[in-house]
């Protein structure tokens, strides 16, 4: 069995769920026959991706249930499509008469398409790639630098984000700054700037 360090845990955490969550497996050390994955069927996936989706593998969009995809967003389940399409023993293979590769079935597909047009709606998971950034982080980030013995980490790395900081965050402040601004510390002996 092929091993891959990012995509092992996608395809452990789907064996749990396909054995029925009876058995554990570790994300490091667990192994699977071809004849195991060889059993897995398109309709696997989509219970499975419906269980990420959805919180629920017999998910129903219609009413009255009227689930919607609000645990998980579409680029997430083509990541662990990838990532599971990376141990089937046919992957290069599409999936015809119960053969190939069940990740490129119409079901599995359909289901990504699905999940899509619901985040284009605004009825599916938020997107969490961008958010502002908490003082909490930012002060943070700021000491575990400034605790670094070299150069850059201690003195320029802080200097440059606290001066992005009220370049970008503080527009008052940033009317109050000379044109000689900013200057070397005077703590420092010698400045090195790099390129």
């Avoid at 789907?14 to 009876?22: A, C, S």
């Avoid at 897995?40 to 959805?54: E, H, S, V, W």
């Avoid at 999940?115 to 950034?133: L, N, T, Y």
């Amino acid at each position: 069995m092929p091993f891959k360090r990012v995509y092992h845990p996608k395809l452990c955490r789907f064996m749990e769920f396909f054995h029925g969550y009876f058995t554990t497996y570790d994300n490091h050390t667990a192994t699977f026959t071809w004849e195991e994955l060889l059993e897995i069927k398109p309709i696997d996936i989509k219970r499975f991706f419906g269980l990420l989706a959805y919180n629920d593998p017999d998910y129903n969009i219609h009413p009255p249930s009227n689930h919607r995809p609000t645990y998980c967003r579409s680029s997430s389940l083509e990541t662990y499509k990838k990532g599971l399409s990376y141990y089937v023993p046919h992957r290069t293979v599409p999936w015809v008469n119960d053969v190939g590769n069940p990740m490129r079935s119409a079901e599995v597909n359909d289901l990504i398409n699905e999940i899509k047009k619901f985040e284009v709606r605004g009825e599916g998971c938020q997107s969490s790639a961008k958010r502002p950034i908490r003082e909490v982080e930012f002060r943070k980030t700021l000491e575990l630098l400034r605790a670094q013995p070299s150069f850059d980490c201690k003195y320029k790395y802080p200097f440059l984000f606290t001066w992005q900081h009220h370049l970008i965050g503080q527009l008052d402040n940033c009317a109050n700054f000379e044109v000689s601004d900013p200057h070397g510390h005077p703590e420092l002996t010698m400045v090195r700037f790099h390129p």
